[in-house]
């Protein structure tokens, strides 16, 4: 089996794996990282945009174009470079740095397949990993800025006895 041969194999892996999972009430892949072994109706952003992956890599149109719909919709739950580890927790973010693993999906799409997108997606795609890099410099200022009021309140605290 040649590289190519393995590649097409890895793809249909992942989609056969991904449409498993699908919900035909809802289109989305729903997986529940906190118990594996039975079905649950979360809907976790990773296991879809790696979906969506999978179905612009399959290179066929019917799956190009239902992985924009899904790119698009996915898109549509981010909060300033944040994303939701599981749909239904939108608008929370439990966890600040999840934003980073859907980096490189989210990349490897704008890269490989913009083309396909169309100019709005293409754009949106743009900005929405724009706002995931800044995170970690936002991050960074907010944690400065803690320190700096914790210091302060520490500072006054000492001046008040």
């Known amino acids: 089996m040649n590289s190519e041969q393995e590649k097409r194999c890895f793809i249909d892996l992942n989609l056969q794996a991904a449409r498993k999972r699908l919900s035909p009430q809802t289109g989305w892949v729903h ?7 039975t079905r649950h109706d979360t809907i976790p952003l990773l296991e879809n945009l790696c979906f ?12 190009i174009l239902q992985g924009r719909q899904l790119l698009e919709k996915l898109l549509a739950f981010e909060v300033q470079g944040e994303f939701p580890i599981y749909l239904h927790e939108y608008p929370t973010i439990r966890d600040r740095g999840s934003s980073l693993d859907l980096l490189p999906a ?8 913009g083309i396909v997108l169309g ?4 754009k949106q795609l743009a900005a929405a990993i724009a706002r995931i890099l800044a995170i970690p410099k936002r991050t960074l200022m907010e944690d400065v800025q803690k320190l700096l009021q914790h210091k302060v309140n520490l500072l006054s605290l000492l001046y008040q006895s």
């Open 31 to 37: 997986h529940c990282y906190e118990s594996e072994g």
């Open 106 to 113: 989210l990349l490897h799409i704008q890269k490989e397949f």
């Open 52 to 63: 969506a992956l999978a179905l612009f890599r399959s290179r066929l149109s019917d799956d």
């Open 119 to 122: 100019e709005g997606l293409q």
